[in-house]
């Protein structure tokens, strides 16, 4: 019986999800890879977390999106998995409006972090 979970998301473009993980100061790798669990369960994935204990986080294309993938019982990072879930998610939204913004002609005039953790951000676009 695998120990994995899988924990959906809604991150569909990887170059977003390594520039968010870049943000965040995560050291990742490119797969596809297997990620390491229980007892040398393996599971494959397109980034790769390694931790210190030997039990690795990755992020797995479904056919849909990019779910997490770990054994949550050997969670060693940082922030909790909600937190963790929450900041890249946050990155991601920023890399991809500030991607879709540019290819439509807007730049980005202002760029502010707020005391609660959400992102000001301001695009103009001349005609």
């Not at 940082?78 to 998610?89: K, S």
């Amino acid at each position: 019986m695998s120990h994995f979970s899988s924990i959906k998301t809604q991150i569909r473009n990887l170059a977003s999800l390594k520039a968010s993980l870049a943000d965040l100061g995560v050291d990742w790798k490119e797969g596809p890879s297997n990620i390491r669990g229980y007892q040398g369960q393996t599971s494959q994935a397109e980034i790769v977390i390694q931790q210190q204990n030997n039990y690795d986080i990755g992020f797995s294309w479904n056919g849909e999106e990019y779910e997490l993938v770990a054994d949550l019982q050997y969670w060693q990072q940082p922030w909790t998995v909600d937190g963790f879930l929450q900041r890249v998610t946050q990155g991601y939204a920023l890399h991809t409006v500030l991607k879709e913004s540019s290819q439509q002609g807007f730049s980005v005039t202002e760029q502010q972090k707020n005391d609660d953790g959400s992102i000001r951000l301001v695009v103009q676009r001349w005609s």
